[in-house]
């Protein structure tokens, strides 16, 4: 079994930037990694996904102030966010989709932007 942890969370002001990081735990062959959120009362919704071959996704709404990256070689994703605002407040959660098409999940990391 393969886990997934997330570091990099944490409280910002609006405007200010943050890094999320992803590892698995072992070497796994994902075809996508990517990062999920979920607000208090919503559904988790897709932020952004990158393909094994580099190919990105992003929500409109952080299109142009995230951007996400990964090495395969170390089996790990992350997500730079910048300009990020009180909206963006959330549990984000690392998610890998194997070739199989089964995803697995991180624990969760909480962003909080606030003044």
């Known amino acids: 079994q393969v886990q997934l942890v997330e570091s990099g969370g944490g409280l910002v002001r609006p405007g200010g930037s943050l890094r999320l990081s992803c590892a698995a735990s072992?070497?796994?062959?994902?075809?996508?990694m990517g990062w999920y959120r979920q607000a208090p009362g919503k559904e988790r919704e897709l932020v952004a996904m990158i393909s094994s071959s580099g190919n990105t996704n992003y929500a409109e709404s952080v299109q142009g102030r995230f951007k996400i990256s990964r090495d395969g070689a170390k089996n790990t994703v992350s997500l730079q966010m910048n300009s990020l605002k009180p909206e963006d407040t959330a549990v984000y959660y690392c998610?890998?989709?194997?070739?199989?098409?089964?995803?697995?999940w991180g624990q969760g990391t909480q962003v909080t932007v606030s003044s």
């Open positions: 998610n890998g989709k194997s070739f199989l098409d089964r995803d697995y």
């Open positions: 072992r070497i796994f062959g994902f075809n996508y």
